[in-house]
Nanobody, 123 residues
Framework: QVQLVESGGGLVQAGDSLRLSCTASERTFRTYAVGWFRQAPGKEREFVAHIDWSGGTTYYVESVKGRFTISRDNAKLTAYLQMNSLKPEDTAVYYC????????????????WGQGTQVTVSS
């Protein structure tokens, strides 16, 4: 029922920053947790970051800790992924996802997915 649309991807150089946005179609989004995932060429989809419905709890994969920050603005029905100090290995299609049930596995249990936005980091 909830549609998610990612934006903000692009082609950047190593060390640069990008901010991805994920905007939802329905106000129920404000009660859902949000995750960011990525899939690089030839690799499996990877969990990147998670934020609970209130923004009070976050999780990150080890490889992005200290560089990426997940946040949300529920009034705008939008979640963000601020990516700093980008590396070539961050190159991937990035997806946002919404989790309806509190307490579900933050790495895998999501109910709605966006179409993805391409992030390419050159060396």
């Amino acid at each position: 029922q909830v549609q998610l649309v990612e934006s903000g991807g692009g082609l950047v150089q190593a060390g640069d920053s990008l901010r991805l946005s994920c905007t939802a179609s329905e106000r129920t989004f404000r009660t859902y947790a949000v995750g960011w995932f990525r899939q690089a060429p030839g690799k499996e989809r990877e969990f990147v970051a998670h934020i609970d419905w209130s923004g009070g709890t976050t999780y990150y994969v080890e490889s992005v800790k200290g560089r990426f920050t997940i946040s949300r603005d529920n009034a705008k029905l939008t979640a963000y992924l601020q990516m700093n100090s980008l590396k070539p290995e961050d190159t991937a299609v990035y997806y946002c996802a919404a989790q309806v049930l509190s307490g579900s596995d933050y790495r895998t249990e999501y109910d709605y997915w966006g179409q993805g936005t391409q992030v390419t980091v050159s060396s």
